[in-house]
């Protein structure tokens, strides 16, 4: 009994000492307790007694508006539909359709790592790609397509146009208007990307896959440009000139992609000073042509343009300016147009990892570049040394 009633006197004078405020620090807690509830109230205060105005969106709304009616596209440009294979189509095509460059790069980068669209619904594995633009494109998604996407337009039953063209220049979409069939289509195209070319309309029945009965019905509208045809006949000479300059009044003269000047590209038909400042500034991105074909890869030039201006250019310097794989850095890797940020980080962490490169070749080692075509497209402009 005696030791419970210690217990309880030891208990009573331990929490008296611990738990006993004097008046001072009693008003100092309650005067504390005003101050903090004060703070809390104070922003649920203020929005009762200064009510915000809704903020005004509609100009954002036009905007938004605007972008979806453009198809989404984020390129500036005209949207464009056109059938194209996903397995296939550029990062610039997949932009001309509308799609934002996120999502082109994403799909790029899906099929750089082995991923393949078997039927038009694996599409929407690009987790990035919008609904209403798979809807959107659905209609024009053909797996395996033919390599030109006009071929199988050109395969339609449509009435054919009549219009004076010259075989030399005409573009596929002018082929496709006057009736010619994809593979025809696709012969003369290769003939005349292997330098062949029409001095005359009976050479128009050169093309093995020319119907007679086709050739027939538009040789009355063969129009051969003379200056145009003896273009591949005559080669062109610049009297020593270490920079050449091509005479304004010369038709014979052909351009030299690596070498011309702006000034010397706004010569060309179809191209403007902004096509000029595109294409000099597209070479200087690559670090040079390697063919004539590659100016077809600029982004915005249709190829109306491009056809009509490749019987008036050549490839003749091959300087090039290549890209050093043991020294250059993320940042230079990623300017080039045919090395994505994802490729460049994984060029600069393989070498980090394994040491200097010893060959280009060292690049197939990288288990992300399976794409055989790729690795060929870019070895010319890289070195190791």
């Given at each position: ?40 109230a ?16 509609s ?15 984020t390129?500036g ?41 078997r ?81 005359n ?12 009965k ?56 179809g ?67 045919y ?11 393989y ?35």
């Open positions: 009994m005696y030791s419970l009633t210690l217990i309880h006197i030891i208990m009573k004078h331990f929490f008296i000492n611990y738990f006993h405020f004097s008046r001072k620090e009693r008003i100092g807690i309650l005067f504390l307790t005003i101050i903090c509830a004060a703070i809390f104070f922003p649920y205060l203020m929005r009762r007694l200064h009510k915000q105005e809704p903020a005004d969106f100009a954002f709304r036009s905007d938004i508006d605007a972008f979806r009616q453009a198809g989404g596209s390129a440009g005209k949207v464009e539909l056109f059938e194209f294979d996903p397995n296939d189509a550029t990062e610039n095509d997949l932009i001309r359709l509308g799609l934002s460059e996120k999502v082109a790069r994403i799909i790029c980068n899906y099929r750089d790592k082995g991923g393949k669209f039927k038009p619904e694996d599409l929407k594995k690009i987790w990035s790609l919008p609904a209403e633009d798979y809807e959107r494109l659905k209609p024009y998604i053909r797996i395996g397509a033919p390599e030109h996407r006009a071929f199988a337009l050109a395969e339609k039953e449509t009435e054919p146009e009549y219009f004076p063209f010259d075989p030399n220049l005409a573009s596929e979409q002018e082929f496709i208007r006057l009736g010619l069939p994809g593979r025809t289509i696709k012969s003369i195209l290769n003939y005349r990307s292997k330098g062949g070319r029409f001095r309309p009976a050479d128009f029945r050169k093309i093995y896959t020319l119907e007679e086709d050739y027939l019905r538009l040789a009355p509208y063969i129009a051969i440009n003379a200056d145009q045809a003896q273009i591949a006949s005559k080669p062109v000479s610049y009297s020593g000139n270490t920079n050449p300059k091509i005479e304004r009044n010369a038709p014979n003269s052909q351009l030299d992609i690596n070498l011309a000047t702006e000034e010397m590209w706004r010569r060309l038909p191209i403007g000073e902004k096509r000029a400042r595109q294409v000099v500034k597209f070479r200087n991105a690559l670090g040079g042509f390697l063919s004539v074909g590659q100016i077809s890869e600029m982004y915005g030039l249709p190829d109306s343009v491009f056809q009509r201006i490749r019987p008036l250019v050549v490839f003749r310097n091959s300087e090039i300016r290549y890209i050093d794989l043991n020294t250059a850095d993320i940042a230079a890797l990623k300017s080039h147009p090395i994505s940020e994802k490729q460049a980080r994984l060029i600069v962490a070498r980090d990892q394994h040491g200097p490169y010893t060959a280009v070749d060292d690049l197939s080692k990288i288990a992300a570049f399976n794409d055989r075509h790729w690795l060929e497209k870019i070895k010319p402009y890289l070195t190791v040394r």
